[in-house]
């Protein structure tokens, strides 16, 4: 098959013919149709995660057709159109028996624990647990999209989270996970601020859902602007990018006994980034972590989907090849483009 081979951190990857994946006893071989391209693809290529060994094969959002399965696979066939979540749970430890296969003792990675989707094929273990069933109504390239960006968001906003019609939603960092944390805090009913540093940015976030726009780039206070704002302080802020910055405007935009919720990641130096304990304490806040989303929640999303509440595809900003999406993964850290990018169709 052809995938892109990162075989040294930080140097350009190739476009490569490698060895076809195999499925395990419990896994699949799934047909890639689509993949995003996400910036923790970069953070993978850079180095940063400790789970990436080298020569790898990155991307982890993707939908496709499930081409061979293991002999000890009950719930699919070749075939089937499915995408799964990018945190993969093995469903037996105790977090998997509780429902929690995102946070999973054994968890696996497609594009940073294993082989990802940049590739015409892609293995995916404990096929049974981790697999979703694609409906009709969901393009490839919608699919695609959802995860890890949209359904990260979806967790963050709707379950951990817990926005509410009416309540004041913060959303630092307008990139893929922001723009759907927008689309997600709006079909809710809550009231969203879009934060970022790019007019163009927050342009697209007001057509999915932001009432307020505020650009950070010129030196603005961000937190007493939301303050401001929202008569008191967000009830739900998230940080959507990950930045030590965009999580202190995060915890101290909050009114009191607000939520924060961290969702970009925090890597390599800024990862034991300072809080604002005295706020969280004097205010008590919460602040909680979100990581992924479990296989069984997919269908409340879908279902808002299908009935028209949230139209992921409006936040897919360009599609590309394999080949093209090299030049992307290593410029990521510029943030050249706006929405969230897919690969498709791969040649």
Not at 42 to 67: N, Q, R, S
Not at 193 to 205: F, G, H, W
Not at 316 to 337: A, H, K, W, Y
Request: with cysteine; aromatic share 4%; charged share 20%.
């Amino acid at each position: 098959m052809k995938a892109v081979v990162v075989r040294e951190f930080q140097a350009r990857p190739l476009l490569e013919t490698v060895p076809d994946p195999m499925p395990s006893p419990g896994g699949v071989v799934i047909r890639v149709a689509a993949t995003g391209l996400c910036r923790s693809d970069w953070h993978g290529w850079m180095g940063h995660d400790k789970d990436v060994t080298l020569p790898h094969v990155p991307g982890h959002e993707l939908a496709g057709v499930v081409e061979e399965t293991g002999r000890d696979v009950t719930g699919w066939r070749p075939g089937d159109r499915v995408t799964l979540p990018f945190v993969c749970g093995c469903g037996s430890c105790p977090q998997c028996r509780s429902g929690n296969q995102q946070v999973c003792h054994r968890q696996f990675q497609p594009g940073f624990t294993r082989w990802g989707s940049f590739a015409e094929l892609v293995a995916v273990d404990y096929a049974d647990v981790n697999l979703v069933r694609l409906p009709a109504e969901v393009s490839d390239v919608a699919a695609a999209s959802l995860g890890c960006r949209f359904v990260t968001s979806f967790r963050a906003v709707v379950d951990r989270g817990r926005a509410k019609p009416g309540e004041w939603v913060a959303v630092h960092g307008c990139g893929g996970v922001g723009l759907s944390a927008v689309m997600i805090a709006n079909a809710l009913g809550a009231r969203v601020v879009a934060i970022d540093i790019t007019d163009e940015k927050l342009a697209l976030a007001k057509t999915v859902g932001a009432e307020v726009l505020i650009n950070a780039s010129g030196g603005q206070k961000v937190a007493p602007a939301i303050r401001q704002a929202t008569g008191g302080g967000a009830h739900l802020s998230l940080d959507a990018l990950g930045s030590p910055i965009l999580c202190g405007n995060s915890i101290r935009c909050l009114r009191k006994r607000g939520r924060h919720v961290q969702v970009g990641l925090l890597v390599g130096e800024e990862a034991n980034a300072a809080v604002p304990m005295d706020l969280i304490v004097a205010y008590e806040l919460e602040i909680l972590g979100s990581h992924g989303i479990q296989a069984h929640r997919y269908d409340a999303l879908l279902g808002m989907i299908r009935a028209g509440r949230l139209r992921p595809d409006l936040l897919v900003g360009r599609t590309m090849s394999l080949e093209e999406s090299i030049d992307q993964l290593v410029r990521m850290n510029e943030f050249p483009e706006t929405g969230i990018q897919v690969i498709h169709p791969l040649f």
